[in-house]
């Protein structure tokens, strides 16, 4: 993302309101949080959510929250203000709690970032139910020849 795009993506978001239901800022999970700049990406994540909106109904199902693919890069992350690593241990704090998921871990090559969603696992944060799951790694390239020594010897000009 370049300071165009993000000058552009702040202009075009200034009247938006971000919604965080009761449930979620009274839950056992968001009690849990305790590091700073996870507060702040959970909310940035819930800037970035997609409603629904069914014109023809009223009151409660008016509304209806989308959980598609969601994606913050570290590029982002570092116009927010965040370092590469407070923006890394923020996505292992929302992880661990279960109110994100990776659908596709990136590489860090331009272009492959990681993809996101929304997970509903804070619902059922400190219960026996809770299935903690390790952080999905990122794809090495050097695991598929690119800077490997190996794959150099084996290439011969």
Not at 51 to 76: A, H, L, M, P, Q
Not at 78 to 106: C, D, T, V
């Amino acid at each position: 993302m370049t300071d165009e795009q993000w000058n552009e993506y702040k202009k075009k978001s200034r009247g938006w309101s971000i919604r965080m239901g009761f449930e979620l800022l009274h839950s056992e999970a968001y009690r849990e949080l305790n590091y700073g700049p996870a507060v702040k990406v959970l909310t940035w994540f819930y800037e970035k959510v997609k409603i629904e909106v069914n014109k023809g109904k009223r009151g409660k199902g008016k509304y209806r929250f989308v959980n598609g693919s969601v994606s913050f890069t570290y590029k982002e992350a570092e116009h927010r203000g965040l370092s590469h690593r407070q923006f890394n241990k923020a996505l292992r704090e929302l992880y661990r709690l279960g109110f994100i998921e990776i659908l596709k871990p990136g590489s860090a090559l331009k272009g492959d970032w990681t993809e996101f969603a929304f997970s509903e696992r804070w619902r059922v944060y400190g219960t026996a139910d809770f299935k903690e799951s390790e952080f999905p790694k990122s794809v090495v390239w050097r695991n598929f020849g690119f800077g490997s020594k190996a794959r150099r010897k084996k290439v011969k000009c």
